[in-house]
């Protein structure tokens, strides 16, 4: 359960956000620039709220009135970026373990052929991503992010810059860590098609404000202006 | 790649350490050898006295030569050297006031003169020096090498003199000031400059310069090289300085043109 | 004329050693100022930044009169030093690595700071999303990315300090085997009447160790780029 309550300046632009949240896959739904990726900056740790709170099942990530606010690396929430940040001096297999190493978890061998085999990453392991396809290199980004073992994933566009081949190449995959990774997941996205077949709760962000929240029924027919 | 990665930084460490551990080595010791700092103009005549001595009793020497007056400020300012060799007693008088000599192990070792010199090529030859000598006529354009005169031994004789002569104003802005005797003497050698003012014993170990002219005895104060232990001398140091009064270190001394002033012992 | 005599032989080692002991130690201290400047902002920092380069543009004599007045046996803090730790700098080697690691840090600073800057900041981010703490990004992350730029500032401190001279001079001064490096030692022998053989020879050695430092300082300066590619 994600409670977002904060408020953050930018420059000219600011954003006033406030929902909760309890589906398994929340869509954060808007057009660019609305503000989608500075809110679940905040919600990772990389961005702080000028003021707010947001509580993740019941810990207190951000405070700003108590002046608590827990690092991004003490978060256990795993974050997909648009552009992957797959680590070039590494190949496949040691970004695949970058997060469990960091957080000290034990191996688990079943763990990480469940996820390898989920996304069709196992010809990959020694290839660095230089090496990589696009839409290998953003497979690759989900299994580090899930092999981190987090209690939260953030995915920010994960398919905003890739053609039509690959989005639908990866959607599936997509559908197949919501129903079957039991993570709860927080996804960016300004296409309706894609949230319609992932979200089962969205927030809709016009210019930094939460104008809509419900169901998929609150996504426009239309396509958004990317 | 991250295990290779490390372990190499582990190495690069671990060098390091052993350097750094070799930075706690005690200091300049390897026992059994002596630290002299001596004149500039020593250096020849010293280095086959120093052979001498080791070849005898088997301790090495480390001879460092600068101009007396570098060595005197290195010595105040804590220089590891157990014996002193000055070429004047201004500055083994300095260095005792800042309390690093020995002073009962000084003692008056070595006289020598100053002498004229240009490039060996050179058309002046047969310059007699007196009352009235024009050196800077005879430099004419060029250029007159000699210690810096407001700090090296030599360069101090050299000013004394040709105050004494009467012909220091009119030769002074012709002078080179160089930061040692052999500096001086290597300018002439390279005809860098066309005239010197060195000792005759540095002008005899050149074969690039010729002496054209001796300075009278009674221009400047008498030539002398005191030596003295230091206060932090070893004791292997009084040994050293028994063996500069031998007559097999006379020998070699008077060899090179130096003049012994003590009575030698066997 | 190939011949090297065991004085010369002396020099050389020492240069070596000295130079060697100066880069190791500069090395880890540079990373971490390199790091600051690339990455932090905070006040005074171009004064600390100015500070960083004075060894460049003051007068070699000047920075050595410095370190004499600091570090000398009589000095502020190298009296202190030398009584309660036994640790001596002047006139000894370890006052020549000193002074020659002081000379060449803005040399080894500037390329580990260029590399710092360029490796992309995001990574360092994705790093803390997946539980690194600041810390193990750096050593996981941003130190590997940046170790060509490290290695390349390395080698061109070194051979900065395998040159130097006016400071050491003024620092150590100019002792056969323990503070004679190669260019004290070639300073030395031209003002010795038949040294001047013994001086080229020096001069041969020590343009070689400078040649092959620049060659390496550039191959690694290419390999950063290879690997910033992911290759």
Redesign the interface.
């Given at each position: 359960m994600l409670r977002v309550d904060v408020s953050k300046q930018l420059g000219a632009f600011s954003i006033e956000a406030s929902f909760a949240s309890e589906g398994r896959v929340t869509g954060l739904f808007g057009a660019s620039g609305a503000g989608k990726t500075s809110l679940i900056n905040m919600i990772?740790?990389?961005l702080r709220p000028d003021r707010g709170i947001i509580t993740l099942d019941g810990e207190t990530l951000d405070d700003t009135a108590a002046h608590t606010h827990v690092?991004?690396?003490?978060?256990?929430?795993?974050?997909v970026?648009q552009?992957a940040?797959l680590?070039?001096?590494l190949d496949v297999r040691q970004n695949l373990d970058?997060?469990r190493r960091?957080?000290r978890l034990a191996e688990d061998p079943a763990a990480r052929k469940r996820v390898i085999d989920l996304l069709d990453i196992g010809n990959l392991m020694d290839r660095?991503?230089?090496?990589l396809s696009g839409g290998e290199r953003h497979r690759v980004a989900l299994g580090?992010?899930l092999l981190?073992q987090p209690r939260l994933l953030l995915l920010d566009e994960p398919l905003g810059s890739l053609d039509e081949g690959r989005k639908e190449e990866i959607l599936p995959y997509l559908v197949r860590l919501r129903d079957e990774a039991r993570i709860p997941m927080v996804y960016v996205s300004h296409d309706a098609t894609e949230m319609r077949q992932l979200a089962t709760q969205i927030v809709m962000l016009r210019r930094g404000r939460v104008a809509a929240f419900g169901g998929t029924e609150v996504l426009p027919t239309a396509a958004l202006p990317a | 790649m991250?295990r290779l990665?490390m372990s190499r930084l582990a190495g690069?460490f671990v060098?390091?350490a052993i350097?750094?551990g070799s930075?706690?080595s005690p200091?300049?010791a390897q026992d059994n050898s002596l630290?002299v700092f001596a004149a500039?103009s020593m250096?020849n005549a010293l280095d086959d006295v120093d052979a001498a001595y080791t070849a005898k009793t088997g301790v090495k020497i480390?001879?460092?030569?600068?101009a007396s007056s570098?060595l005197a400020k290195?010595i105040e300012?804590?220089?590891?050297a157990d014996i002193f060799l000055s070429a004047d007693t201004d500055w083994m008088d300095y260095a005792t006031t800042k309390k690093a000599i020995n002073e009962p192990t000084r003692l008056n070792l070595l006289g020598n003169s100053i002498v004229l010199i240009a490039p060996k090529d050179s058309s002046i030859d047969h310059v007699t020096i007196g009352q009235g000598f024009d050196l800077a006529k005879l430099a004419d354009a060029g250029k007159i090498a000699t210690g810096d005169v407001s700090s090296v031994p030599v360069g101090k004789y050299a000013k004394a003199a040709l105050e004494k002569l009467g012909a220091w104003e009119a030769a002074a802005p012709k002078f080179a000031m160089a930061e040692?005797v052999?500096?001086a003497?290597?300018l002439v050698?390279r005809q860098e400059a066309i005239l010197g003012i060195v000792y005759s014993t540095d002008a005899k170990?050149?074969?690039?310069v010729k002496i054209v002219g001796t300075f009278p005895a009674d221009s400047h104060p008498p030539i002398i090289y005191p030596v003295a232990a230091t206060t932090t001398a070893k004791t292997e140091a009084a040994g050293y300085l028994a063996f500069l009064r031998t007559s097999a270190a006379k020998a070699i001394f008077e060899k090179y043109g130096f003049s012994f002033l003590v009575s030698p012992t066997t | 004329m190939f011949d090297i005599s065991p004085t010369e032989w002396t020099a050389i080692q020492l240069s070596l050693?000295v130079a060697?002991?100066a880069t190791?130690?500069a090395t880890p201290l540079g990373i971490a100022v390199a790091w600051l400047l690339a990455r932090r902002e905070f006040w005074g920092k171009s004064i600390a930044d100015a500070v960083i380069h004075l060894p460049l543009v003051l007068p070699p004599v000047v920075t050595g009169y410095l370190l004499?007045l600091t570090f000398?046996?009589?000095g502020l803090v190298g009296a202190w030093l030398a009584d309660h730790l036994?640790?001596?700098f002047?006139?000894?080697w370890?006052g020549a690595?000193l002074a020659c690691g002081i000379m060449s840090f803005p040399l080894l600073v500037r390329p580990i700071r260029l590399s710092i800057e360029a490796v992309?900041q995001?990574?360092e981010?994705?790093?803390?999303?997946?539980?690194?703490?600041?810390w193990?990004v750096f050593l996981?992350?941003t130190l590997?990315?940046a170790?060509p730029g490290v290695l390349g500032g390395m080698v061109l401190g070194f051979a900065k300090a395998i040159g130097e001279f006016g400071a050491t001079i003024t620092f150590v001064?100019?002792?056969?085997?323990?503070t004679q490096t190669i260019s004290s030692a070639i300073y030395?022998l031209?003002?010795?009447?038949d040294g001047d053989t013994a001086a080229l020879r020096l001069v041969v050695v020590s343009i070689l160790i400078a040649m092959a430092a620049l060659i390496a300082s550039e191959w690694f300066a290419r390999r950063a780029t290879q690997?910033?590619?992911?290759?």
């Open positions: 990772a740790g990389l690092a991004v690396y003490r978060r256990r929430i795993g974050y970026f552009d940040r680590f070039p001096h970058y997060g960091m957080n660095r991503p230089g090496r580090r992010a981190s | 991250h990665y690069l060098a390091f350097l750094c930075a706690f200091a300049l630290t500039a250096k480390v001879a460092s030569y600068a570098v290195q300012q804590g220089a590891p040692s052999r500096a003497l290597t050698a170990v050149d074969p690039a | 050693r060697t002991v190791l130690v004499l000398g046996r009589r036994g640790i001596v002047a006139f000894r370890t690595a992309d995001r990574l981010q994705a790093a803390g999303t997946l539980g690194a703490t600041p193990r996981t992350v590997p990315l170790l001064s100019n002792i056969p085997g323990e030395s031209i003002q010795t009447p690997r910033l590619h992911g290759n």
